[in-house]
Protein backbone atom coordinates (compact mmCIF):
# COMPACT_ATOMS: atom_id res chain seq x y z
CA UNK A 1 0.00 0.00 0.00
CA UNK A 2 1.08 3.40 -0.58
CA UNK A 3 2.19 6.23 1.66
CA UNK A 4 -1.16 8.40 -0.06
CA UNK A 5 -3.76 5.24 0.83
CA UNK A 6 -2.05 4.57 4.20
CA UNK A 7 -3.09 8.56 4.44
CA UNK A 8 -5.87 8.40 2.96
CA UNK A 9 -6.87 5.17 5.03
CA UNK A 10 -5.91 7.00 8.30
CA UNK A 11 -8.10 10.21 7.53
CA UNK A 12 -11.26 8.06 6.66
CA UNK A 13 -10.46 6.23 10.27
CA UNK A 14 -10.79 9.86 11.54
CA UNK A 15 -13.40 11.20 10.59
CA UNK A 16 -15.29 7.93 11.51
CA UNK A 17 -14.30 8.41 15.17
CA UNK A 18 -14.93 11.95 14.49
CA UNK A 19 -18.62 11.18 13.90
CA UNK A 20 -19.09 8.87 16.91
CA UNK A 21 -17.74 10.96 19.19
CA UNK A 22 -20.57 13.54 18.24
CA UNK A 23 -23.55 10.76 18.42
CA UNK A 24 -21.96 9.94 21.59
CA UNK A 25 -21.82 13.15 23.42
CA UNK A 26 -24.65 13.69 25.47
CA UNK A 27 -25.64 14.79 29.48
CA UNK A 28 -23.35 12.42 31.04
CA UNK A 29 -20.16 13.86 31.58
CA UNK A 30 -18.06 10.81 32.05
CA UNK A 31 -19.03 9.75 29.17
CA UNK A 32 -18.43 12.85 27.32
CA UNK A 33 -14.87 12.93 28.90
CA UNK A 34 -13.99 9.46 27.94
CA UNK A 35 -15.27 10.04 24.44
CA UNK A 36 -13.23 13.14 24.00
CA UNK A 37 -10.20 11.27 25.52
CA UNK A 38 -10.72 9.04 22.36
CA UNK A 39 -11.40 11.20 19.90
CA UNK A 40 -8.42 13.66 20.83
CA UNK A 41 -5.48 10.85 19.62
CA UNK A 42 -7.46 11.55 16.05
CA UNK A 43 -7.78 15.26 15.92
CA UNK A 44 -4.65 15.19 13.79
CA UNK A 45 -4.98 13.08 11.47
CA UNK A 46 -8.23 14.74 10.01
CA UNK A 47 -8.32 17.20 7.08
CA UNK A 48 -7.42 20.69 8.26
CA UNK A 49 -11.48 21.66 7.36
CA UNK A 50 -12.59 18.88 9.65
CA UNK A 51 -9.70 19.44 12.02
CA UNK A 52 -11.00 23.02 13.20
CA UNK A 53 -14.44 21.63 13.57
CA UNK A 54 -13.47 19.05 15.68
CA UNK A 55 -11.31 20.70 17.53
CA UNK A 56 -14.24 23.37 18.50
CA UNK A 57 -16.17 20.28 19.60
CA UNK A 58 -13.70 19.05 21.50
CA UNK A 59 -13.44 22.30 23.03
CA UNK A 60 -17.16 22.80 24.12
CA UNK A 61 -16.53 19.45 26.03
CA UNK A 62 -13.36 20.15 28.48
CA UNK A 63 -15.40 23.46 28.95
CA UNK A 64 -17.92 21.93 30.30
CA UNK A 65 -15.44 19.63 32.27
CA UNK A 66 -13.53 22.31 33.61
CA UNK A 67 -10.70 21.46 32.55
CA UNK A 68 -8.74 24.38 31.30
CA UNK A 69 -5.56 23.68 30.54
CA UNK A 70 -6.27 21.26 28.11
CA UNK A 71 -8.96 24.47 27.06
CA UNK A 72 -6.21 26.53 26.61
CA UNK A 73 -4.04 24.01 24.74
CA UNK A 74 -7.06 23.80 21.97
CA UNK A 75 -7.89 27.25 21.77
CA UNK A 76 -3.93 27.92 20.87
CA UNK A 77 -3.72 25.18 18.53
CA UNK A 78 -7.11 26.38 16.90
CA UNK A 79 -5.81 29.79 16.82
CA UNK A 80 -2.89 28.68 15.13
CA UNK A 81 -4.47 26.45 11.82
CA UNK A 82 -7.28 29.06 11.69
CA UNK A 83 -4.67 31.77 11.51
CA UNK A 84 -2.15 30.26 9.09
CA UNK A 85 -4.89 29.38 7.07
CA UNK A 86 -6.27 32.84 6.83
CA UNK A 87 -3.27 33.96 5.68
CA UNK A 88 -2.42 31.45 2.77
CA UNK A 89 -6.35 32.14 1.67
CA UNK A 90 -5.93 35.87 1.93
CA UNK A 91 -2.10 35.38 -0.08
CA UNK A 92 -4.02 33.30 -2.91
CA UNK A 93 -7.28 34.99 -3.34
CA UNK A 94 -8.70 31.87 -2.85
CA UNK A 95 -11.37 30.02 -0.57
CA UNK A 96 -9.00 26.55 -0.73
CA UNK A 97 -6.20 24.99 -2.37
CA UNK A 98 -8.73 21.34 -2.01
CA UNK A 99 -11.79 22.81 -2.21
CA UNK A 100 -13.09 21.77 0.77
CA UNK A 101 -14.46 24.54 3.75
CA UNK A 102 -14.92 23.90 7.63
CA UNK A 103 -17.98 24.50 8.46
CA UNK A 104 -17.91 28.38 9.61
CA UNK A 105 -16.01 31.15 7.87
CA UNK A 106 -12.17 31.01 9.42
CA UNK A 107 -12.20 34.39 11.07
CA UNK A 108 -15.03 33.33 13.58
CA UNK A 109 -12.35 30.34 14.47
CA UNK A 110 -10.06 32.61 15.23
CA UNK A 111 -12.69 35.06 17.18
CA UNK A 112 -13.60 31.73 19.09
CA UNK A 113 -10.43 31.11 19.70
CA UNK A 114 -9.39 34.66 21.37
CA UNK A 115 -13.09 34.41 23.27
CA UNK A 116 -11.85 30.80 24.58
CA UNK A 117 -8.30 32.44 25.95
CA UNK A 118 -9.77 35.30 27.39
CA UNK A 119 -12.27 33.26 29.18
CA UNK A 120 -9.33 30.95 30.57
CA UNK A 121 -7.76 33.78 32.06
CA UNK A 122 -11.20 34.66 34.01
CA UNK A 123 -11.49 30.77 34.97
CA UNK A 124 -7.73 31.15 36.34
CA UNK A 125 -9.01 34.33 38.38
CA UNK A 126 -6.41 36.74 35.99
CA UNK A 127 -9.44 39.39 35.26
CA UNK A 128 -6.36 41.84 34.41
CA UNK A 129 -5.46 39.63 31.62
CA UNK A 130 -8.74 38.78 30.38
CA UNK A 131 -9.47 42.15 30.10
CA UNK A 132 -6.49 42.59 28.17
CA UNK A 133 -7.82 39.84 25.64
CA UNK A 134 -11.10 41.02 25.07
CA UNK A 135 -10.34 43.53 22.32
CA UNK A 136 -8.75 40.63 20.74
CA UNK A 137 -12.16 39.44 19.61
CA UNK A 138 -14.08 42.97 19.49
CA UNK A 139 -11.80 44.08 16.38
CA UNK A 140 -12.26 42.75 13.45
CA UNK A 141 -10.11 45.23 11.55
CA UNK A 142 -7.99 42.57 9.92
CA UNK A 143 -11.05 40.36 8.55
CA UNK A 144 -10.74 40.58 4.79
CA UNK A 145 -14.26 39.70 4.08
CA UNK A 146 -16.89 42.88 3.83
CA UNK A 147 -20.55 41.64 4.06
CA UNK A 148 -23.59 41.65 6.42
CA UNK A 149 -22.63 38.52 7.88
CA UNK A 150 -19.07 39.58 8.90
CA UNK A 151 -20.98 42.42 10.25
CA UNK A 152 -23.54 40.39 12.43
CA UNK A 153 -20.35 38.45 13.40
CA UNK A 154 -18.67 41.41 14.75
CA UNK A 155 -21.76 42.93 15.94
CA UNK A 156 -22.34 39.88 18.33
CA UNK A 157 -18.32 39.64 19.20
CA UNK A 158 -18.40 43.09 20.42
CA UNK A 159 -21.66 42.48 22.80
CA UNK A 160 -20.23 39.80 23.85
CA UNK A 161 -17.05 41.59 24.57
CA UNK A 162 -18.32 44.95 26.37
CA UNK A 163 -20.53 42.46 28.29
CA UNK A 164 -17.18 40.62 29.79
CA UNK A 165 -15.27 43.68 30.43
CA UNK A 166 -18.38 44.39 33.15
CA UNK A 167 -18.06 40.72 33.95
CA UNK A 168 -14.46 40.26 34.64
CA UNK A 169 -14.83 43.71 36.81
CA UNK A 170 -17.75 42.00 38.97
CA UNK A 171 -15.96 39.00 39.46
CA UNK A 172 -12.70 40.97 40.30
CA UNK A 173 -15.31 42.55 43.33
CA UNK A 174 -15.73 45.98 42.10
CA UNK A 175 -19.41 46.47 43.16
CA UNK A 176 -19.27 49.62 41.38
CA UNK A 177 -20.19 48.55 37.80
CA UNK A 178 -22.75 45.41 39.54
CA UNK A 179 -25.48 48.19 38.49
CA UNK A 180 -23.64 48.96 34.68
CA UNK A 181 -23.41 45.14 34.07
CA UNK A 182 -27.15 44.43 35.33
CA UNK A 183 -28.08 47.17 33.07
CA UNK A 184 -26.61 46.43 29.79
CA UNK A 185 -27.43 42.17 30.18
CA UNK A 186 -31.07 43.39 30.87
CA UNK A 187 -31.52 44.01 27.05
CA UNK A 188 -29.87 40.65 25.86
CA UNK A 189 -32.26 37.97 27.39
CA UNK A 190 -29.77 35.10 25.97
CA UNK A 191 -26.85 36.74 27.80
CA UNK A 192 -29.05 37.08 31.25
CA UNK A 193 -28.39 33.80 32.66
CA UNK A 194 -24.50 33.57 32.53
CA UNK A 195 -24.43 37.16 33.83
CA UNK A 196 -26.71 36.15 36.97
CA UNK A 197 -24.52 32.67 37.79
CA UNK A 198 -21.61 35.31 37.89
CA UNK A 199 -23.06 37.82 39.92
CA UNK A 200 -24.36 35.16 42.70
CA UNK A 201 -20.56 33.75 42.91
CA UNK A 202 -19.29 36.96 43.33
CA UNK A 203 -22.18 37.99 45.86
CA UNK A 204 -21.07 34.40 47.64
CA UNK A 205 -17.12 35.53 47.28
CA UNK A 206 -17.60 39.06 48.39
CA UNK A 207 -20.80 38.67 50.66
CA UNK A 208 -22.70 41.13 48.50
CA UNK A 209 -26.53 41.57 48.67
CA UNK A 210 -28.27 41.11 44.96
CA UNK A 211 -31.66 40.46 46.24
CA UNK A 212 -33.21 42.61 43.50
CA UNK A 213 -31.15 41.34 40.92
CA UNK A 214 -32.29 37.71 41.55
CA UNK A 215 -36.15 39.12 41.93
CA UNK A 216 -35.63 41.11 38.64
CA UNK A 217 -34.31 37.84 36.54
CA UNK A 218 -36.04 35.71 38.65
CA UNK A 219 -37.60 34.24 34.64
CA UNK A 220 -33.82 32.82 34.11
CA UNK A 221 -33.63 30.41 36.97
CA UNK A 222 -35.16 27.35 35.73
CA UNK A 223 -33.02 25.59 33.15
CA UNK A 224 -33.61 26.15 29.01
CA UNK A 225 -31.89 26.92 26.60
CA UNK A 226 -30.33 29.97 25.18
CA UNK A 227 -29.30 31.27 21.59
CA UNK A 228 -26.68 33.72 19.88
CA UNK A 229 -26.22 34.86 16.63
CA UNK A 230 -24.68 31.45 16.03
CA UNK A 231 -27.30 29.09 17.32
CA UNK A 232 -27.58 27.61 20.50
CA UNK A 233 -25.50 27.41 23.14
CA UNK A 234 -23.81 24.31 24.12
CA UNK A 235 -25.70 22.36 25.95
CA UNK A 236 -22.97 20.56 27.72
CA UNK A 237 -21.72 23.68 29.00
CA UNK A 238 -25.08 25.33 29.68
CA UNK A 239 -25.93 21.81 31.50
CA UNK A 240 -22.84 22.35 33.69
CA UNK A 241 -23.27 26.05 34.39
CA UNK A 242 -26.90 25.38 35.40
CA UNK A 243 -26.02 22.74 37.86
CA UNK A 244 -23.40 25.30 39.72
CA UNK A 245 -25.47 28.05 39.82
CA UNK A 246 -28.06 26.76 41.91
CA UNK A 247 -25.31 25.59 44.53
CA UNK A 248 -24.19 29.01 44.20
CA UNK A 249 -27.95 30.71 44.53
CA UNK A 250 -28.64 27.59 47.56
CA UNK A 251 -24.88 28.97 49.28
CA UNK A 252 -26.78 32.17 48.92
CA UNK A 253 -29.67 31.74 50.25
CA UNK A 254 -28.28 29.91 53.24
CA UNK A 255 -25.50 31.50 54.21
CA UNK A 256 -28.54 34.11 54.68
CA UNK A 257 -30.81 31.91 56.77
CA UNK A 258 -33.40 31.66 54.03
CA UNK A 259 -34.42 28.18 54.07
CA UNK A 260 -35.54 28.31 50.48
CA UNK A 261 -31.95 27.37 49.72
CA UNK A 262 -32.37 23.85 50.63
CA UNK A 263 -35.02 23.39 47.32
CA UNK A 264 -32.00 24.64 45.49
CA UNK A 265 -29.39 22.56 46.90
CA UNK A 266 -31.89 20.13 46.31
CA UNK A 267 -32.41 20.79 42.66
CA UNK A 268 -28.73 21.17 42.11
CA UNK A 269 -27.95 17.89 43.38
CA UNK A 270 -30.43 16.23 41.22
CA UNK A 271 -29.02 18.29 38.26
CA UNK A 272 -25.51 16.79 38.75
CA UNK A 273 -26.82 13.30 39.06
CA UNK A 274 -28.17 13.61 35.71
CA UNK A 275 -25.07 14.89 34.34
CA UNK A 276 -22.97 12.52 36.35
CA UNK A 277 -20.97 15.49 38.49
CA UNK A 278 -19.16 14.43 41.10
CA UNK A 279 -17.97 17.74 42.15
CA UNK A 280 -21.24 19.39 41.92
CA UNK A 281 -22.82 16.68 43.84
CA UNK A 282 -20.14 16.52 47.22
CA UNK A 283 -20.64 20.94 47.16
CA UNK A 284 -24.27 20.22 47.51
CA UNK A 285 -23.66 17.60 50.30
CA UNK A 286 -22.08 19.64 52.31
CA UNK A 287 -24.34 22.08 51.73
CA UNK A 288 -26.96 20.02 52.69
CA UNK A 289 -25.47 18.89 56.29
CA UNK A 290 -24.02 22.02 57.21
CA UNK A 291 -27.89 23.16 57.28
CA UNK A 292 -29.64 19.96 57.55
CA UNK A 293 -31.42 21.57 60.73
CA UNK A 294 -33.43 23.87 58.26
CA UNK A 295 -34.67 20.84 56.13
CA UNK A 296 -38.35 19.72 56.54
CA UNK A 297 -39.38 15.92 56.63
CA UNK A 298 -39.87 15.48 53.09
CA UNK A 299 -36.75 17.45 52.10
CA UNK A 300 -34.72 14.76 53.96
CA UNK A 301 -36.60 11.81 52.37
CA UNK A 302 -35.85 13.52 48.63
CA UNK A 303 -31.95 14.13 49.85
CA UNK A 304 -32.01 10.72 50.77
CA UNK A 305 -33.31 9.10 47.50
CA UNK A 306 -31.00 12.16 45.42
CA UNK A 307 -28.06 10.92 47.17
CA UNK A 308 -28.78 6.79 45.88
CA UNK A 309 -28.92 8.09 42.35
CA UNK A 310 -25.18 10.15 42.96
CA UNK A 311 -24.22 7.11 44.38
CA UNK A 312 -25.45 4.93 41.60
CA UNK A 313 -24.25 7.27 38.84
CA UNK A 314 -20.74 7.17 40.35
CA UNK A 315 -20.68 3.40 40.43
CA UNK A 316 -21.38 3.71 36.82
CA UNK A 317 -18.56 5.75 36.33
CA UNK A 318 -16.28 3.72 38.21
CA UNK A 319 -17.51 1.15 35.92
CA UNK A 320 -17.23 2.59 33.14
CA UNK A 321 -13.73 3.78 34.16
CA UNK A 322 -12.24 0.12 34.60
CA UNK A 323 -13.91 -0.60 31.23
CA UNK A 324 -12.14 1.93 29.36
CA UNK A 325 -8.68 0.85 31.12
Known amino acids: MSASEKYQNSERLALCQYRLFKIALGDDQSINSREAILFECYIDRLDEADQLDGIIDLLNVYYSLQQWPKVEELAQKMLRLATLRYNLQRQSNRKQDNGKMPQRPLYLYILNAYLFLSSICMEYGDYKSAIERVPLYMDGS ?18 WGTANIYLYRVLDGQLEVLADYVEYISTQPDEIFTAVYHIIKSANRYDW ?3 HILERFSAYIPYRSYRSEFGEYNQQI ?4 H ?5 ELAAYYLHNKRNEGITFVLQS ?6 INNE ?3 ITCVDLFEQYRYAAREEEMDRYKLLIREVRNSNAKKIHQASSFM
Open 142 to 159: WIQEDHEEVQRTLAQFRE
Open 209 to 211: NVD
Open 238 to 241: MADK
Open 243 to 247: ARFLA
Open 269 to 274: LESSAK
Open 279 to 281: SIA
